[in-house]
Protein backbone atom coordinates (compact mmCIF):
# COMPACT_ATOMS: atom_id res chain seq x y z
CA UNK A 1 0.00 0.00 0.00
CA UNK A 2 2.55 2.58 0.78
CA UNK A 3 4.34 1.69 -2.62
CA UNK A 4 0.88 2.98 -4.36
CA UNK A 5 0.65 5.66 -2.06
CA UNK A 6 4.72 7.17 -2.82
CA UNK A 7 3.96 6.34 -6.77
CA UNK A 8 0.84 8.68 -6.79
CA UNK A 9 3.01 11.14 -4.43
CA UNK A 10 5.62 11.39 -7.49
CA UNK A 11 3.31 11.62 -9.70
CA UNK A 12 1.34 14.72 -8.04
CA UNK A 13 5.17 16.15 -7.72
CA UNK A 14 6.11 15.55 -11.30
CA UNK A 15 2.95 17.30 -12.24
CA UNK A 16 3.29 20.21 -9.96
CA UNK A 17 7.21 20.72 -11.22
CA UNK A 18 6.42 20.75 -14.61
CA UNK A 19 3.37 23.33 -14.19
CA UNK A 20 6.07 25.31 -12.31
CA UNK A 21 8.52 25.10 -15.18
CA UNK A 22 5.67 26.04 -17.58
CA UNK A 23 4.99 28.72 -15.37
CA UNK A 24 8.52 30.16 -14.70
CA UNK A 25 9.09 30.14 -18.98
CA UNK A 26 6.43 32.30 -20.01
CA UNK A 27 7.36 34.41 -17.61
CA UNK A 28 10.91 34.86 -18.62
CA UNK A 29 9.74 34.81 -22.22
CA UNK A 30 7.07 37.87 -21.66
CA UNK A 31 10.08 39.68 -19.49
CA UNK A 32 12.55 39.05 -22.73
CA UNK A 33 9.82 41.01 -24.66
CA UNK A 34 9.45 43.67 -22.48
CA UNK A 35 13.55 44.07 -22.47
CA UNK A 36 13.36 43.56 -26.05
CA UNK A 37 10.19 46.55 -26.22
CA UNK A 38 12.54 49.16 -24.09
CA UNK A 39 15.80 49.32 -26.61
CA UNK A 40 13.21 48.74 -29.51
CA UNK A 41 11.90 52.16 -28.42
CA UNK A 42 14.68 53.78 -27.70
CA UNK A 43 15.92 52.92 -31.10
CA UNK A 44 12.90 54.15 -32.40
CA UNK A 45 13.07 57.37 -30.53
CA UNK A 46 16.85 57.89 -31.38
CA UNK A 47 16.18 57.95 -35.39
CA UNK A 48 12.98 60.03 -34.94
CA UNK A 49 14.37 62.87 -36.55
CA UNK A 50 15.68 60.92 -39.39
CA UNK A 51 11.84 60.27 -40.39
CA UNK A 52 8.93 57.34 -39.28
CA UNK A 53 10.70 54.83 -42.19
CA UNK A 54 13.81 55.62 -40.75
CA UNK A 55 13.07 55.39 -37.39
CA UNK A 56 11.23 52.05 -37.68
CA UNK A 57 13.97 50.14 -39.60
CA UNK A 58 16.23 50.91 -36.80
CA UNK A 59 13.93 49.75 -33.82
CA UNK A 60 13.08 46.49 -36.20
CA UNK A 61 16.90 45.55 -37.12
CA UNK A 62 17.09 46.05 -32.70
CA UNK A 63 13.66 43.65 -32.36
CA UNK A 64 15.28 40.90 -35.09
CA UNK A 65 18.56 41.41 -32.79
CA UNK A 66 16.16 40.26 -30.06
CA UNK A 67 14.42 37.37 -31.78
CA UNK A 68 11.32 39.48 -31.31
CA UNK A 69 8.61 40.57 -33.94
CA UNK A 70 8.07 44.34 -34.25
CA UNK A 71 4.48 44.18 -34.68
CA UNK A 72 3.97 47.92 -34.33
CA UNK A 73 5.69 51.16 -34.65
CA UNK A 74 4.35 55.03 -34.24
CA UNK A 75 6.16 57.80 -34.00
CA UNK A 76 3.69 60.41 -32.16
CA UNK A 77 4.19 64.41 -32.54
CA UNK A 78 7.17 62.99 -34.36
CA UNK A 79 9.32 62.23 -31.41
CA UNK A 80 7.90 59.65 -29.02
CA UNK A 81 8.24 56.38 -30.35
CA UNK A 82 5.46 53.68 -29.50
CA UNK A 83 6.27 50.10 -30.44
CA UNK A 84 4.42 46.93 -29.82
CA UNK A 85 6.48 43.57 -30.33
CA UNK A 86 5.54 39.68 -30.27
CA UNK A 87 6.98 36.61 -28.60
CA UNK A 88 6.08 33.20 -29.09
CA UNK A 89 5.73 31.60 -26.04
CA UNK A 90 7.67 28.51 -24.98
CA UNK A 91 7.03 24.82 -25.58
CA UNK A 92 3.45 23.69 -24.82
CA UNK A 93 2.35 27.63 -24.09
CA UNK A 94 3.37 28.07 -28.14
CA UNK A 95 -0.63 26.80 -29.01
CA UNK A 96 -1.60 29.88 -27.03
CA UNK A 97 -0.03 32.80 -29.35
CA UNK A 98 2.35 35.05 -28.43
CA UNK A 99 2.87 37.33 -25.54
CA UNK A 100 3.04 41.10 -26.74
CA UNK A 101 4.21 43.87 -25.02
CA UNK A 102 4.26 47.74 -25.65
CA UNK A 103 6.99 50.60 -24.93
CA UNK A 104 7.07 53.95 -25.32
CA UNK A 105 10.09 56.12 -25.23
CA UNK A 106 10.65 59.89 -26.39
CA UNK A 107 11.16 63.04 -25.49
CA UNK A 108 7.87 63.14 -22.82
Not at 1 to 24: N, P, R, S
Not at 42 to 68: F, K, S, W
Request: contains cysteine; aromatic residues 0%.
Amino acid sequence: MATVFVLGLMVVLAAVTALVATIGAALVTRQRAASAADLTALAVAGHALEGRDAACAAGRAIAEAHRVRLRECLLEDDLDAVVRVAVRLPGRLASLGEASVVARAGAR
